[in-house]
């Protein structure tokens, strides 16, 4: 029986243990804290349970446009972030169980290679002791990125892990980071009564994605009254005072807030572990270099989820650490798939993306045809008062391949899937236009971006 140490228990470690204990394997798991990682514990998780709060805020706030008088809509805050943590500790609870069900041996302690074969784990009891496999899986996952230029040892200074823990909503607070993770707690905090004011050093919200969808959101947020600097950096924190940190900005102007929250990225986990001592190969980021079957420099030793590099996000290190289970107990040669890699933003108005953006297809050179549809013209967003945004497609010329698509609106995040499914199934637009879609329904906002594409679209001029 082929033995696997799994390093790390985060998406991509929790799941290549159990998927290499469904191959047959005997596996064991080392995680220096809880099952389920950055994800489960203090990310994804927590976060979209305080979307889902707020989610219920805008609504009833909103009600009485329904015809449904809510009275004294308020914010139980403590009774929020309690629902946080409980959904929290479930998710982690049957993470626990999926382990334990899959017989996976969960050794509790900070692992350390100490050759190809063997981790050392200094164990959260106290002990020592020496872990053995055929194949080892290095799943250490990622951290936020603390800029030199902040006090970290100010209480109100923080990374996300500390802002999912405060006991009360700020008057204030500064983002630094208009990317995903900035954006999501802006959402949030500004929907709760904060005033919020983001620092972006590059030109538009949520740099990765395409030039439309980083407007809609800065329109969308400065409609809700944040305050959105792009083009602008932090050059120094002039003062702590009772009111809270001030940062002087690279145009002169200064911010201040109760509180300022430094989501400017992650890094990877892979310092202090014996990575480079037992020839693991990491670049200057501090990623582990892996091929595209997630194999090191070292021959039997694995990578997966965010030490093995981007895009850090859960679904990837879902699938890296399930691919490379199967490549570690099979001695299989399987490669990762990048061309579809959905990206999801929970904001409000929601972003959803996948594949190439009409900005790199110019920039390629390619020749490419770009459909969009407002959700202005689909009849469910109408009935539901949810119509800013839209669905951009863009496909092949000719062969009407699907190359990627931008999507900003109402469930925009579940919506994707369907376009993603059709182009990593290498389906062309008139297949999603030739699929029936109910009325009235969201989803037909993708059948009429396809109609668009084709030339044949009806409910747009």
């Known amino acids: 029986m082929t033995k696997v140490v799994v390093l790390g228990g985060g998406p991509a470690g929790y799941v290549a243990a159990l ?3 469904q191959l047959g394997a005997a596996v064991t798991l080392v995680e220096a804290h809880d099952v389920g990682g950055t994800c489960v514990n203090r990310g994804c998780i927590p976060t979209k349970s305080l979307v889902a709060s707020v989610e219920r805020l805008r609504h009833a706030r909103g009600s009485a446009a329904f015809g449904v008088v ?26 626990e169980r999926l382990l334990k069900g899959r017989e996976v041996e969960v050794v509790r302690g900070r692992g350390r290679l100490l050759d190809a074969r063997t981790v050392a784990v200094a164990e959260t009891a106290g002990a020592e002791r020496e872990v053995t496999g055929d194949a080892l899986i290095l799943a250490t996952g990622s951290e936020p990125l603390r800029l030199p230029v902040f006090d970290f040892s100010d209480p109100r ?48 919200l949520l740099p990765g994605e395409g030039r439309r969808v980083g407007a809609a959101l800065l329109q969308s947020f400065t409609k809700k009254g944040i305050d959105v600097r ?15 940190p001030r940062l002087r900005l690279s145009d002169g102007q200064e911010v201040g807030g109760e509180l300022v929250l430094v989501s ?17 190969t990491v670049d200057e980021a501090g990623f582990v270099v892996v091929d595209e079957a997630l194999r090191t420099a070292v021959g039997g030793v694995f990578a997966a989820g965010d030490v093995a590099g981007p895009p850090l996000l859960a679904h990837w290190a879902y699938y890296e650490g399930a691919l490379a289970a199967q490549n570690a107990v099979d001695n299989g040669h399987l490669a990762v798939d990048r061309r579809v890699v959905p990206n999801c933003v929970f904001t409000q108005p929601e972003v959803a993306s996948f594949g190439v953006s009409e900005e790199e297809a110019k920039a390629k050179g390619m020749d490419v045809v770009v459909a969009q549809v407002r959700f ?57 236009a030739d699929t029936i879609h109910a009325h009235p329904t969201l989803s037909e906002a993708i059948a009429e971006t396809a109609f668009v594409g084709l030339g044949r679209g009806l409910h747009v001029l």
Not at 158 to 167: A, F, N, P, Q, R
Not at 230 to 244: I, L, P
Not at 264 to 280: K, Q, T, Y
């Open 376 to 432: 202005g013209a689909n009849s469910k967003a109408v009935v539901e008062g949810e119509t800013d945004g839209f669905v951009r497609i863009v496909t092949t010329r000719g062969e009407e391949r699907i190359l990627g698509a931008s999507l900003v609106g109402p469930r925009v995040t579940e919506l994707v899937h369907e376009l993603a499914l059709a182009a990593s199934a290498g389906l062309p637009l008139r297949d999603i």
């Open 157 to 204: 200074v923080m990374t996300s892990d500390e802002l999912l823990e405060v006991d009360h909503v700020p008057d204030s607070l500064v983002v630094v980071g208009g990317g995903v993770i900035g954006c999501e707690f802006a959402a949030v905090f500004a929907e709760l009564g904060s005033k919020v004011t983001v620092v972006e050093m590059l030109e538009q």
């Open 70 to 95: 809510a009275g004294d809509v308020r914010v139980d805050f403590s009774v929020m972030m309690a629902r946080k943590a409980e959904a929290t500790a479930t998710l982690r609870a049957g993470v």
């Open 264 to 280: 400017v990225g992650r890094r990877p986990v892979s310092s202090a572990a014996g990575f480079e001592e037992v020839g693991v």
């Open 19 to 21: 998927r290499a204990a």
């Open 230 to 244: 792009v083009k602008t950096r932090v050059d120094d924190v002039v003062s702590s005072g009772d009111d809270g």
